[in-house]
T-cell receptor, first 111, second 114 residues
């Protein structure tokens, strides 16, 4: 079955880059997403990438996809304290279909 | 501009009670979903619906049912609440135009069963 895995915690210093990693098993996944959840809030879509892309950049965010290894990463440049949150990767077959989520990575940014 | 609204942020219920969690979206989305979120387990899909009066089981439907009588409303029902259903419940919707990717989530309902 489908499985999406992430490490549970990441701690970085303010101003450094953060890299959050994700591996998935379903090779038919067409869309891959990164969501952010701040304390007490629902999930907010940060960015997404199609499976035929290797990289997508959006301001401080860079998404890298290695389809051969089924590995997805999210790099946050110049990490700020406001980036402290839980980050989820997710996959789906099409853009409105059910999403399979990873376990989430809690990012803590310290001064 | 709230787009997916869950009726309660916090709820405390007793074991054995019937519990209704309500979710309403105002984006005319066809698809609606209920997830539960537990630490270390991420989000797990309980039920989803691609159309009015239509429902599909997700990965963990046991102990739950759903109702979708109108397009904008998707209700999650705990027939007889148990302590292992204490969790954060998240509703989401998707659909619409081709440039609308991913889900829109509600703020979540934190349910405690005592």
């Amino acid at each position: 079955g489908e499985d999406v895995e992430q490490s549970l915690f990441l701690s970085v210093r303010e101003g450094d880059s953060s890299v959050i990693n994700c591996t998935y098993t379903d090779s038919s996944s067409t869309y891959l997403y990164w969501y952010k959840q701040e304390p007490g809030a629902g999930l907010q879509l940060l960015t997404y990438i199609f499976s035929n892309m290797d990289m997508k950049q959006d301001q401080r965010l860079t998404v890298l996809l290695n389809k051969k290894d089924k590995h997805l990463s999210l790099r946050i440049a110049d990490t700020q304290t406001g980036d402290s949150a839980i980050y989820f990767c997710a996959e789906s077959i099409n853009h409105t279909d059910k999403l399979i989520f990873g376990t989430g990575t809690r990012l803590q940014v310290f001064p | 501009d709230v787009k997916v609204t869950q009726s309660s942020r916090y709820l405390v219920k007793r074991t054995g009670e019937k519990v209704f969690l309500e979710c309403v979206q105002d984006m005319d989305h066809e698809n609606m979903f209920w997830y539960r979120q537990d630490p270390g387990l991420g989000l797990r899909l309980i039920y989803f619906s691609y159309d009015v009066k239509m429902k599909e089981k997700g990965d963990i439907p046991e102990g739950y049912s759903v109702s979708r009588e109108k397009k904008e409303r998707f209700s999650l029902i705990l027939e007889s609440a148990s302590t292992n259903q204490t969790s954060m419940y998240l509703c989401a919707s998707s659909g619409g135009t081709d440039d609308n990717y991913g889900y829109t989530f509600g703020s979540g309902t934190r349910l405690t069963v005592v």
